[in-house]
């Protein structure tokens, strides 16, 4: 971090992630440069800048989109995402079903989950390169309707064999793919920096939403009418959000340039180097001095889109754009410290709703508890409340922990400046993990393990919004790119708890295996006091460096 008094000049440096964000100028202030010329939000006495800055000229610009647009876009992909979800988990309260329709032990339904979430992480590698090249919106719509076919297919596979089955939930985490990775580009597609946690946060709780509501509610379709109904349901749901996006979801993807903030006239230099010039032909910039404010038009400014215009299933296509290299970038991101880093929470924090729906019917459905479909359903109420408290805390709570800090670094935001909640997500999943485990261990009253798993949601809740929000403030310009590698190594490490997770709580008991996973957790979570005090200097190495070159 920076030394406090030191000027704006001597503490900006042209690393990934560091932004001006806070202009704290004024005339009676000469060792801080007034910023007022850039566009701005006023909170209380703080002015905030946008950042990025929205295009001057043109009115195509996302950013420059009403509120209500913007929300309308983002309510899609929270949808999009959320059915996605649950087409994972919804299975739990049927586990036992299943596996006595197919005649195959618990594990191996266990295992068909896992085939979705290898093929979910490893198929967005096929699709993100298409969402850089040709924009988010072909594949928001190509990825929902197939999902739909999916799910049509399990409800007819769900009667029919076992291989059959397994091959369907294949092809769904295939097809459901882009949602742990699309939906946050659009993220940072339409919204600004200072904006960003809470809506990561609304992201993150809408797939573990998913994964929590869609156990709880499949449970009773599943004992009313059968499993076959809950996935013709879903693909209902589907087709329903296929249709709101057609209308209401235009394409979020900008490849014009945009004014670039900047304490001096350097930066702009590099920043252009880093920025190819894109195939617009309007090109605008903001040199970095308020006083020296310079348009470059080279042509008159676009005019505004239709509704009509809007609905075009690609109108975006990036000629400067090589698949192949979008391609090996999520590759490439793994020599990056801070993409592997937030890869490794987010993975670990997710998990534990893989351990959890692949546990309830092993854990509540025999004695003592003896619950049926829909009780076992009714326990995910716990995990869904303890995600709306970690959004709470990590989204709005942690924006403003950090615009606190930004203040006091004399208004530079360092993305490291969020990492302190991190903590709590440690502290929170450990205790929630313990709860469980011990309560559940020594057969106490059911509500111990839910309270448990409550708590345990929390933190990971926290956990996994707050990885991804550093990661893609770091890097903002790859942020579909860093999206894949997250998605890719979680879905591995989800991958192996299907494998293994029924057969080891069978062996050891669950109070051991929860023990050894939390512990496991609070190791990488303690790795976030390293990234907070040296998280500046590995980012201008990655810089120095340049690995995507």
Same mark, same amino acid.
């Not at 100028?25 to 910023?35: R, V």
């Not at 014009?256 to 350097?266: S, T, W």
């Given at each position: 971090m920076a030394r406090m008094g030191d000027t704006i000049e001597s503490r900006y440096d042209a690393v990934?992630?560091?932004?001006?964000?806070?202009?704290?100028?004024?005339?009676?202030?000469?060792?801080?440069?007034?910023?007022?010329?850039?566009?701005?939000? $006023? %909170?209380?006495?703080? %002015?905030i800048l946008l950042v990025p800055q929205p295009s001057l000229a043109d009115p195509n610009d996302p950013l420059r989109w009403s509120k209500w647009k913007k929300w309308l876009v983002f309510a899609n992909g929270l949808l999009y995402a959320f059915n996605g979800a649950v087409t994972g988990p919804m299975m739990a309260g049927g586990m036992l079903q299943l596996s006595a329709f197919f005649s195959r032990p618990l594990a191996d339904i266990t295992y068909s989950n896992g085939a979705t979430l290898i093929c979910q992480g490893f198929g967005t590698l096929l699709w993100m390169p298409l969402a850089v090249k040709f924009g988010r919106r072909p594949v928001y719509l190509s990825s929902a309707f197939l999902m739909g076919i999916a799910c049509v297919w399990l409800a007819v596979a769900a009667e029919k064999t076992y291989p059959v089955f397994v091959l369907a939930r294949t092809f769904l985490g295939l097809w459901e793919a882009p949602i742990e990775a699309i939906v946050p580009s659009t993220v940072t597609d339409i919204f600004y920096l200072h904006e960003r946690?809470?809506?990561?946060?609304?992201?993150?709780?809408?797939?573990?939403?998913?994964?929590?509501?869609?156990?709880?509610?499949?449970?009773?379709?599943?004992? #009313?009418?059968? &499993?076959?109904?809950?996935?013709?349901?879903?693909?209902?749901?589907?087709?329903?959000? !296929?249709? $709101?996006?057609?209308?209401?979801?235009?394409?979020?993807?900008?490849?014009?340039?945009?004014?670039?903030?900047?304490?001096?006239?350097?930066?702009?230099?590099?920043?252009?180097?880093?920025?190819?010039?894109?195939?617009?032909?309007?090109?605008?910039?903001?040199?970095?001095?308020?006083?020296?404010?310079?348009?470059?038009?080279?042509?008159?400014?676009?005019?505004?889109?239709?509704?009509?215009?809007?609905?075009?299933? /690609?109108?975006? +296509?990036?000629?400067?754009?090589?698949?192949?290299?979008?391609?090996? %970038?999520?590759? !490439?991101?793994?020599?990056?410290?801070? !993409?592997?880093?937030? =890869?490794?929470?987010?993975?670990?924090?997710?998990?534990?709703?893989?351990?959890?729906?692949?546990?309830?019917?092993?854990?509540?459905?025999?004695?003592?508890?003896?619950?049926?479909?829909? =009780?076992?359903?009714?326990?995910?109420?716990?995990?869904?409340?303890? =995600?709306? !408290?970690?959004?709470?805390? /990590?989204?709005?709570?942690a924006d403003q922990v950090a615009t606190f800090f930004t203040i006091r670094n004399n208004g530079i %935001?360092?993305?490291? &400046?969020?990492?302190?909640? /991190?903590?709590?997500? #440690?502290?929170?999943?450990?205790?929630?993990?313990? +709860?469980?485990?011990?309560?559940?261990?020594?057969?106490?009253?059911?509500?111990?393990?839910?309270?448990?798993?409550?708590?345990?949601?929390?933190?990971?809740? &926290?956990?996994?919004?707050?990885? &991804?929000?550093?990661?893609?403030? /770091?890097? +903002?310009?790859? =942020?579909?790119?860093?999206?894949?590698?997250?998605?890719?190594?979680?879905?591995?490490?989800?991958?192996?708890? $299907?494998?293994?997770?029924n057969d080891w709580v069978e062996a050891n008991g669950l109070l051991v295996v929860f023990m050894v996973i939390a512990s496991l957790n609070v190791v990488v979570y303690g790795s976030t006091l390293g990234f907070y005090f040296w998280g500046k200097r590995v980012r201008l190495w990655i810089h120095e460096k340049r690995f995507m070159r």
């Open positions: 990934p992630g560091t932004e001006i964000l806070v202009d704290q100028g004024s005339e009676n202030n000469k060792t801080t440069p007034d910023f007022s010329a850039y566009q701005h939000v $006023t %909170r209380g006495d703080a %002015r946690g809470e809506k990561v946060s609304i992201y993150g709780l809408s797939v573990l939403g998913g994964n929590e509501l869609g156990p709880l509610v499949s449970a009773y379709i599943i004992q #009313a009418l059968s &499993m076959r109904w809950a996935f013709f349901i879903v693909a209902m749901f589907i087709g329903v959000n !296929v249709v $709101t996006m057609f209308f209401f979801m235009p394409e979020t993807k900008f490849t014009a340039q945009r004014p670039v903030i900047r304490p001096g006239g350097d930066g702009l230099r590099e920043r252009r180097e880093a920025n190819p010039k894109s195939s617009s032909e309007h090109r605008e910039m903001i040199e970095g001095s308020p006083t020296d404010v310079a348009l470059d038009i080279e042509a008159p400014s676009p005019a505004k889109r239709t509704f009509i215009q809007e609905l075009a299933f /690609c109108s975006v +296509i990036d000629h400067d754009v090589s698949l192949w290299r979008v391609f090996r %970038r999520p590759f !490439v991101l793994l020599a990056y410290p801070t !993409v592997l880093w937030a =890869s490794l929470v987010y993975g670990m924090s997710l998990s534990w709703n893989v351990i959890l729906g692949s546990l309830v019917a092993q854990l509540f459905g025999p004695p003592p508890y003896n619950f049926s479909s829909g =009780s076992q359903g009714l326990i995910f109420i716990s995990p869904l409340l303890g =995600s709306l !408290v970690g959004t709470y805390l /990590c989204g709005p709570i %935001r360092e993305p490291e &400046m969020r990492l302190p909640t /991190c903590l709590v997500a #440690a502290l929170l999943t450990f205790l929630g993990a313990l +709860i469980s485990g011990l309560t559940y261990h020594y057969q106490t009253h059911w509500s111990g393990p839910i309270v448990g798993f409550g708590v345990l949601s929390t933190g990971a809740q &926290m956990g996994a919004t707050l990885s &991804m929000s550093y990661a893609l403030d /770091c890097h +903002i310009e790859l =942020s579909a790119e860093i999206m894949v590698t997250i998605s890719c190594l979680k879905s591995a490490v989800a991958w192996i708890w $299907t494998w293994c997770i």
